[in-house]
């Protein structure tokens, strides 16, 4: 029995050995290739970036000189190392527009975004080459299990990350695995609840949320680029019944990021065929409110966007 004990010890400190050695050597082969896997074409210096209610409401086909990398259920964690990455290889960004929704600096949001099996396990297999020690470390801490799931997978996907860089050249706006655009078809806005938090749950503040959008902010400054704090259409049904205190949070952080412009169009008003949920666009109102971001962020462009109609 002893020796069986100590055959099966050494057994799976081997495989453990092994695992351990292929993320290594596959964190290190990818960022030796992130130069061409985060390479954006020259003509794109805006970056639009968040979770899902920027991923479906900015379609980076219609906006010129833009990319959408907002993914869904992405704490500002993440969305702090991808930025950091994309400023890193190109220089030529000079905004960047990052999702700030009532929501978004709830605790809720810390606890399900940042710390729940399926989003860290999402999250690690795509970005733990871009996590730096105080992340991994937050991570491991809080949920050992998911991020060492989430850093088996991203072997794997690592690997195919890399064969592909090899046939990868600049890319106007879609880089692998790393977001972009949500072409939504979603008509629930009867099935859709809100963000009533009233009698529900405690509200209270996320420190993790506000302390990476605070570094989303510095980090940005400290390359010169415009931050633009960005709040997307949601429906009337929404906007108009936010919970005073959670307008509150939302209100003094912004407050406290006063070197950073507020882009707040929470109130832009939209059929309801736009909207796939009460804070997300379909497919159809991406497409109409691109024409809009278009126009705003491109005034002297020519392109006639009045020609695609809404469906």
Request: overall charge negative; hydrophobic content about 40%; charged content about 25%.
């Amino acid at each position: 029995m002893k020796r069986f004990l100590i055959k099966l010890i050494l057994f799976l400190l081997i495989i453990a050995a092994f695992i351990t050695g292929l993320v290594v050597v596959s964190d290190r082969a990818i960022k030796q290739r992130k130069d061409v896997l985060l390479k954006l074409s020259n003509e794109i210096d805006i970056v639009f970036a968040g979770n899902s209610t920027v991923e479906c409401a900015v379609d980076d086909n219609i906006i010129s000189g833009a990319a959408n990398i907002a993914q869904s259920g992405e704490a500002y964690l993440y969305s702090y190392c991808k930025i950091k990455a994309l400023i890193e290889v190109n220089e030529q960004i000079k905004t960047v527009f990052l999702g700030f929704s009532y929501a978004d600096l709830l605790m809720e949001k810390e606890d399900s975004w940042l710390f729940n099996d399926e989003f860290i396990i999402e999250k690690v297999q795509y970005y733990n080459y871009l996590l730096d020690a105080p992340e991994r470390d937050l991570l491991i801490s809080k949920n050992p299990k998911a991020y060492f799931l989430g850093l088996t997978k991203s072997v794997f996907n690592s690997l195919i990350s890399i064969l592909k860089s090899y046939n990868q050249t600049a890319s106007d706006h879609k880089l692998s695995n790393f977001g972009g655009y949500k072409y939504l078809v979603r008509d629930r806005l009867e099935a859709d609840p809100g963000v009533d938090y009233k009698n529900e749950i405690a509200i209270e503040k996320s420190y993790q949320q506000e302390k990476y959008l605070k570094m989303i902010s510095e980090l940005c400054h400290d390359h010169s680029i415009k931050l633009v704090l960005f709040n997307t259409p949601k429906h009337k049904s929404y906007y108009e019944n936010v919970d005073e205190d959670i307008l509150e949070i939302w209100s003094d952080t912004r407050t406290s990021l006063e070197r950073d412009s507020l882009l707040d169009l929470s109130a832009y008003e939209m059929p309801d065929s736009c909207f796939g949920d009460l804070s997300h666009l379909n497919y159809r109102g991406a497409r109409m409110f691109s024409q809009y971001l278009n126009e705003i962020l491109n005034p002297n462009q020519k392109e006639n966007w009045k020609k695609i109609e809404t469906d």
